[in-house]
T-cell receptor, first 113, second 112 residues
Framework: DGGITQSPKYLFRKEGQNVTLSCEQN?????MYWYRQDPGQGLRLIYY???????QKGDIAEGYSVSREKKESFPLTVTSAQKNPTAFYLC????????????FGPGTRLTVL | DAKTTQPPSMDCAEGRAANLPCNHS???????VYWYRQIHSQGPQYIIH???NNETNEMASLIITEDRKSSTLILPHATLRDTAVYYC?????????????FGGGTRLMVKP
């Protein structure tokens, strides 16, 4: 089945540690996105990528980094510089021509202790 | 992108139609209306979108008023699995440079 996978579903880390969240898609989509969601809130865009080896900052990129070495993969690293990293992280993908229709992964819930 | 207004919560009896309203009085001529939903602890799911004609797919129907200032998402026979937060988004179908802006949405509770 085509879709987006994120792993792990739940992740715990100690404060001060970097952590990388995985996102893989087999939908042949060019564009991929990372969003953050806090309890009871909407989604906020962290980074997005329209093509391999290129990515752009979203509204809340500080403390995060990404890479796009392959079309299928868009990992997100939450660095120790991110002040409040505990959140629900969502990865999505779309075609470049139809960014209005995005397909989301199941999310990773990160808890920093 | 135009601002949208949705009621914060609604209840619906299982098997009945769920009608979720959305106001978007500042919508411009080239903006579409999109609906997504998010079941608890899952990623959002695209439901349907439209410009000015009513639309229907296997999940729902979208009714847009003639002046396009409001719309209604209809789930014809709501089930318990339709309990979720429903987001109405108004924007142009452009390239990946524009993100989806999710507001507060409507929390739909389907009750047995």
């Amino acid at each position: 089945d085509g879709g987006i996978t994120q792993s792990p579903k739940y992740l715990f880390r100690k404060e001060g540690q970097n952590v990388t969240l995985s996102c893989e898609q087999n939908l042949n989509h060019d564009a991929m996105y990372w969003y953050r969601q806090d309890p009871g809130q909407g989604l906020r865009l962290i980074y997005y990528s329209q093509i391999v080896n290129d990515f752009q900052k979203g509204d809340i990129a500080e403390g995060y980094s990404v890479s796009r070495e392959k079309k299928e993969s868009f990992p997100l690293t939450v660095t120790s510089a991110q002040k409040n990293p505990t959140a629900f992280y969502l990865c999505a993908s779309s075609s470049n021509l139809r960014a209005d229709t995005q397909y989301f992964g199941p999310g990773t819930r990160l808890t920093v202790l | 992108d135009a601002k949208t207004t949705q009621p914060p919560s609604m209840d619906c009896a299982e098997g009945r139609a769920a009608n979720l309203p959305c106001n978007h009085s500042t919508i411009s001529g080239n903006e579409y209306v999109y609906w997504y939903r998010q079941i608890h602890s899952q990623g959002p799911q695209y439901i349907i979108h439209g410009l000015k004609n009513n639309e229907t797919n296997e999940m729902a129907s979208l009714i847009i008023t003639e002046d396009r200032k409001s719309s209604t998402l209809i789930l014809p026979h709501a089930t318990l699995r339709d309990t979720a937060v429903y987001y109405c988004i108004v924007r142009t179908p452009s390239n990946a440079g524009n993100m989806l802006t999710f507001g507060g949405g409507t929390r739909l509770m389907v009750k047995p």
